[in-house]
């Protein structure tokens, strides 16, 4: 995922004590309205829920026991996803109608210069759980309430080790989507994702069959893991959701990357973009879809979809991969492995 897992240098200049940052020279003249990582602007989560440590099969235990190789397409309480062969990526298209704004060290020097106020740079940053120290916008007591779930039914998601736990939040009610990694393997598995609400608490289990024979899925690397990396909404409830793997420079060409629309209750797929066009999370505007792919090895570019189709409709090459994209009303901001971007919408 563009190498976002090792990127501690973009993270730390990221990191920050409180809300908001004043008075240093990359917020000067800004006022006290810029955010740069002060997370979810909701209440401070519940303490820790004891969700899957009763013994039942929901939640938690479920995530965690059932694994890519159990038959989670007849598992009482998981919406399995049927998924469409995805297309080749499309490759070279018209460049996006959007004009490069800024270039900077990082998110807030580049929004000193576009003189940007009041966003919040974390909406889409992803994470992984055995990692979470490194992600801005995840408050301690929310970090203690998954990793705890998460030992209670089983796992122990410090250790480094697969299979591994990611973390997106998307949405106005910054709902979360937690996926337990399935191991590329033999080419068939299936990814297991717990959709919560902002203070860690399950409503939903889905499961995402994918395969080698049936959709031409391919990480290039028998011991790559996958999961579901990121989450987005748009103004409609539409949920979208990025599936690939962190691996790069494998044997073979890597065929992952996607963006998977689905209805509001992660239900049915209404869409499945090409390949190779996502490995962050996605930003929803106009009828369009703006997300980015790249890292070691492969060209990195920020592409452009079609919100009702998945059809790709330009694509902007990058100086670097990107981490992450953030929505900041007029303008689009790229968290990149060296340094960052922003867009201006027309």
Request: glycine residues 10%; hydrophobic residues 40%; charged residues 20%.
């Amino acid at each position: 995922m563009a190498r976002w897992i090792a990127t501690l240098s973009t993270i730390a200049a990221l990191l920050c004590v409180g809300d908001v940052l004043a008075g240093s020279p990359s917020s000067a003249g800004l006022g006290a309205e810029l955010r740069l990582a002060a997370g979810p602007q909701s209440p401070a989560p519940a303490p820790p829920s004891k969700t899957g440590s009763t013994g039942d099969e929901t939640g938690y235990r479920t995530l965690v026991q059932a694994g890519s190789e159990a038959s989670l397409e007849t598992h009482d309480g998981v919406v399995v996803l049927d998924l469409p062969r995805p297309a080749p990526n499309p490759g070279p298209q018209p460049d996006i109608a959007i004009t490069e704004a800024a270039r900077g060290p990082d998110l807030s020097a580049v929004a000193g210069q576009i003189g940007l106020r009041g966003y919040d740079t974390t909406a889409g940053e992803p994470c992984r759980i055995d990692w979470i120290v490194r992600c801005a916008w995840v408050p301690a007591g929310l970090a203690q309430t998954i990793t705890e779930a998460l030992r209670d039914a089983g796992a122990e998601p410090s250790r480094h080790e697969a299979p591994y736990f990611y973390l997106s939040r998307f949405g106005p009610a910054d709902r979360l989507v937690i996926s337990r990694s399935a191991p590329f393997g033999n080419g068939t598995f299936t990814i297991l994702s717990a959709f919560a609400d902002r203070d860690g608490r399950i409503g939903s289990l889905v499961a995402i069959p994918v395969s080698r024979a049936d959709h031409g899925f391919d990480t290039g690397d028998t011991d790559a893991n996958v999961a579901v990396l990121a989450a987005g909404q748009d103004e409609d409830g539409a949920i979208y959701l990025t599936i690939d793997t962190p691996t790069r420079c494998a044997d073979r060409a890597r065929k992952a990357g996607l963006v998977i629309k689905t209805d509001v209750d992660v239900a049915a797929v209404e869409w499945v973009g090409p390949f190779n066009v996502s490995d962050t999370n996605v930003v929803a505007r106009d009828g369009r879809i703006y997300t980015a792919s790249g890292g070691s090895c492969e060209k990195d570019y920020l592409y452009e979809l079609d919100a009702a189709t998945g059809a790709v409709t330009g694509r902007n090459v990058l100086p670097t991969s990107a981490d992450f994209l953030v929505d900041a009303g007029d303008h689009l901001l790229l968290d990149l492995y060296e340094g960052a971007m922003a867009f201006a919408f027309p």
